[in-house]
């Protein structure tokens, strides 16, 4: 189905779970925090990244950005609530192009 990339958070709480509950199966979660994080790659088979603004640093944000762009992978920013995230997720017309779970659920 879909895979999400978060980036940002040291943790998530119940996120994934709401996460899941619209369709995403696999989550992949890292947390920004350490600066060695700036030289991981995105992992394959990754159909949206969602960057929780308000755990990371402008530099990681702008590489992110940039890998993303190179792999046609839609982004979505975001602070790090429920109710933020979902918000941002159904109104990302990035996001909502490329995954029909999102156009079905709407």
Known sequence: MASLLIYGGDQLGAIPKHLENIGFDNIVHIDGKKTRTIKKEIPENI?????LTDF?????????KGRAE???IPICYSRR???????TIYSCEEA?????????SQ
């Open 47 to 51: 159909d949206l990244i969602l960057i």
């Open 56 to 64: 990371i640093n402008h530099n990681l944000a702008k590489k992110i």
């Open 70 to 72: 190179k792999r046609k």
């Open 81 to 87: 609530s429920w109710c933020a995230i979902s918000k």
């Open 96 to 104: 909502c192009q490329q995954c029909p779970f999102l156009k079905n």
